[in-house]
């Protein structure tokens, strides 16, 4: 069957093959995370927050001038159907973009307007969002926020949490990220911060987000007929943020203050814009926000790594995105076939109708069951613009 469908695609096939090569060398995450964050840490503490950390970069691995050059060189005009022909058209475009920002990481505003192409700026509705969110009063801290577990004991509940999939992946611990946990799409690979003490509820929502999203649409999207399923449509990062963490509201381990950390993650994007460097959206959620100085970097440091990198506010505009799609009794599956966009459905169920694409082998199974029992947190999504 596969076999009749390339031979009716062939150049569209040998198209995507090509893009698959090329966007090997792309991903983004692999060179925007410092290298240096904690001496950088402990720097900026020790300065009591007056000067701006100096983070260190990997090197690039390729010539961007010459992978830029071989993306375009792709001759689209070959695809006969004007839709796939468009989506290939504005893929080329979003891989282009993220060339543009691997290149010009460390290099302030330059990646800075890179990355707002990429991945925009929260718009005023967005901030006012945030601000409704932080407005609610904070849960009673529980035992489940005790930080007790270590990064082995997390690999343990990560890799018995993932027993429900049939799948297999690598995890490996690094000093050297920006995030409590990260998948790295093209090695399969679950990467954990090795200094870090996770909670109980940390490790539920970061299985929940981690594994029973993005390793699920990442193994969807491999086992797909087209590459451009597992490198990722334009614009996917808004509905796999959308999926992971609706994914934590399904499976009943999202908390306000998880809702809040989104919310603070919009303001710390929006400050950007306002020309905000490093020490002043620290401050701005340090003495403003009153946030502890840990978080306050954390989240700081996620916007501000490579030069100012926006992409943190799109975990709210997801959210609120899949929140609205699922209660509308939308068919939850076509999302998560690949690294796909909730604004592509239409061109997915067209593609699966041509047999170009299927319907994914792995579903994430909080989906199947709505276990959140937080009214606060339906009032809040419920009431989001």
Same mark, same amino acid.
């Given at each position: 069957m596969i076999e009749d469908v390339v031979d009716t695609y062939?150049?569209?096939? /040998?198209?995507?093959?090509?893009?698959?090569?090329?966007?090997?060398?792309?991903?983004l995450l692999n060179y925007l995370n410092p290298l240096n964050i904690e001496l950088e840490k402990k720097n900026f503490f020790a300065s009591k927050y007056r000067f701006n950390p100096k983070f260190k970069y990997?090197?690039?691995?390729?010539?961007?001038?010459?992978?830029?050059?071989?993306?375009?060189?792709?001759?689209?005009?070959?695809?006969e159907d004007e839709e796939i022909?468009?989506?290939?058209?504005?893929?080329?475009?979003?891989?282009? #973009?993220?060339?543009?920002?691997? /290149?010009?990481?460390?290099?302030?505003?330059?990646?800075?307007?890179?990355?707002?192409?990429?991945? #925009?700026?929260?718009?005023e509705r967005d901030v006012e969002n945030a601000?409704?969110?932080?407005?609610?009063?904070?849960?009673?801290?529980?035992?489940?926020?005790?930080?007790?577990?270590?990064?082995n004991d997390a690999e343990e509940y990560f890799r018995e949490f993932a027993k429900r999939y049939d799948f297999n992946f690598h995890i490996k611990k690094s000093t050297n990220i920006s995030a409590s946990a990260m998948v790295l799409? $093209? @090695? /399969?690979?679950?990467?954990?911060?090795?200094?870090?003490?996770?909670s109980d509820n940390e490790l539920q929502v970061l299985a929940n987000h981690e594994i029973g999203v993005h390793m699920v649409t990442t193994f969807n999207g491999k086992k797909q007929p087209l590459k451009i399923f597992s490198n990722g449509f334009v614009n996917n990062t808004e509905t796999q943020e959308g999926l992971a963490v609706f994914s934590e509201y399904m499976s009943g381990c999202l908390t306000l203050k998880r809702m809040k950390e989104? $919310?603070?993650?919009?303001? $710390? $994007?929006?400050?950007?814009?306002? #020309?905000?460097?490093f020490k002043d959206t620290f401050d701005l959620l340090y003495s403003q926000y009153k946030?502890?100085?840990?978080?306050?970097?954390?989240?700081?440091?996620?916007?501000?790594?490579?030069?100012?990198f926006t992409k943190d506010y799109l975990y709210l505009t997801g959210l609120k995105k899949i929140y609205d799609y699922y209660h509308s009794n939308?068919?939850? @599956?076509?999302?998560?076939?690949?690294?796909?966009?909730?604004?592509?459905?239409?061109s997915i169920d067209r593609l699966q109708q041509l047999a170009l694409a299927n319907t994914g082998e792995y579903m994430t199974d909080s989906f199947a069951q709505n276990l959140n029992t937080n009214t606060k947190l339906d009032f809040i999504l419920s009431n989001l613009k």
């Open positions: 062939t150049d569209l096939f /040998e198209i995507d093959q090509n893009l698959d090569r090329l966007v090997k060398n792309i991903e990997k090197k690039i691995k390729f010539n961007p001038y010459k992978l830029q050059r071989l993306f375009f060189s792709q001759r689209l005009e070959r695809i022909r468009k989506l290939y058209q504005d893929i080329i475009y979003e891989y282009s #973009g993220l060339i543009q920002c691997i /290149e010009t990481i460390g290099n302030g505003k330059s990646f800075y307007y890179n990355s707002l192409k990429v991945f #925009g700026t929260p718009k601000r409704f969110i932080l407005h609610f009063e904070d849960e009673q801290p529980g035992q489940e926020l005790e930080k007790k577990n270590t990064a799409n $093209a @090695s /399969e690979t679950l990467v954990l911060k090795k200094n870090y003490k996770f989104l $919310a603070y993650r919009v303001i $710390a $994007a929006d400050s950007l814009i306002k #020309g905000y460097d946030l502890d100085r840990d978080a306050a970097w954390q989240i700081t440091l996620r916007v501000h790594r490579g030069g100012g939308q068919d939850m @599956s076509t999302l998560l076939t690949g690294k796909v966009t909730l604004e592509n459905k239409k």
